[in-house]
């Protein structure tokens, strides 16, 4: 399949794997590119510009296909090391960049000036347009149903990409609810390039994450994320659990009154817990809508070749059989 994403990224499929805490290794990445997608490292979860360098070259020992990196710029009293983080993209010869959280305008000189493709996520027009007039080459449209930070307009995909659609210039991916080959005919038709998936590709046999988080999303519904932070303005869709409920309950108790203090123990620090040691308990962690919709665990490769082969299926037989001539 060809579109404007795979031209622009150098891939098969139009099949992007988004940047996930503690779930974007190399494993995770490599095994996204070797299956024809663009697997992507998670910078910040590496923790160092040094662990970062190795963790690419980690990824170049497991495939020769492109894979790119993600770097989530986060207001911080004490940042990560930014400079840092870049440096290493640049010199380890990284070709596409995925940014995410505030404006990366102040990185996109060099990042440009190095020849890197960067892609920014949004999740509103209006920040996507941002994107593509401080010289992003493409970005990431998250609707409402995403797992993660969904921003604050509630806008779902069936709304968001085509209204994306209407005002872009710059290619776009679709993330949020994307999982299968009619998330992707879908996005294709509603204007996107490509899908960008998160959740779906958690629950995969190389996902470097412990069982229990891929058996939680697979026995999970459409009806069991929740949103937590939403009174602080910095709304995070998760999979529903006890340390979920209790940052619920404390957001009700406090009501105007909370602060990110109130809740910190159960969003921040989390991951290793969660991830690693299969707590699933242990606080809040990111999971999208579209796990009501995710039933096993195959491998990477099982898994894209499944969505091509049904995207592929569903333009020739059942959209093109809609447009036979019926008898008159």
């Known amino acids: 399949m060809k579109t404007r994403i795979t031209e622009m990224l150098g891939i098969q499929h139009p099949i992007v ?131 993660g930070h969904p921003g604050e307009d509630d806008l779902p995909n069936m709304i968001l990409l085509p209204r994306a659609a209407e005002e872009l210039r710059i290619p776009f991916v679709a993330s949020g609810g994307m999982a299968d080959g009619r998330s992707l005919v879908a996005a294709l038709a509603l204007g996107a390039d490509g899908m960008n998936m998160g959740t779906r590709f958690i629950a995969t046999q190389e996902a470097p994450v412990h069982d229990n988080v891929k058996q939680a999303i697979v026995k999970a519904s459409e009806l069991d994320t929740r949103l937590v932070m939403r009174p602080l303005r910095n709304t995070e869709r998760v999979l529903n659990n006890a340390g979920v409920e209790r940052i619920l309950r404390i957001e009700r108790e406090k009501g105007a009154a909370l602060q990110i203090a109130d809740v910190y123990d159960q969003v921040a620090g989390v991951y290793p817990r969660v991830m690693v040691d299969g707590e699933m308990d242990a ?46």
Not at 69 to 95: C, M, Q, R
């Open 17 to 147: 794997q988004g940047g996930m805490h503690f779930v974007g290794f190399a494993e995770m990445a490599a095994a996204v590119s070797n299956a024809g997608g663009l697997g992507i490292i998670t910078g910040l979860t590496q923790g160092t510009p040094e662990r970062l360098k190795a963790e690419i070259e980690r990824c170049r020992a497991m495939t020769d296909k492109p894979f790119g990196v993600n770097l989530t710029f986060l207001p911080a009293v004490t940042p990560p090391d930014y400079p840092g983080f870049v440096k290493v993209i640049i010199e380890s010869g990284i070709k596409v960049v995925e940014t995410a959280g505030n404006n990366p305008a102040k990185w996109l000189p060099m990042l440009k000036e190095a020849g890197i493709v960067v892609i920014h996520k949004c999740t509103s027009v209006r920040h996507a347009l941002k994107a593509e007039a401080i010289g992003c080459d493409a970005v990431s449209v998250d609707g409402f149903e995403c797992g």
């Open 283 to 328: 606080g809040a962690w990111s999971c999208g809508m579209v796990a009501g919709l995710i039933r096993d665990v195959p491998t990477v490769k099982a898994l894209i070749d499944r969505i091509m082969a049904q995207a592929h299926g569903l333009i020739h037989a059942r959209l093109a059989g809609m447009l036979q001539a019926q008898p008159g």
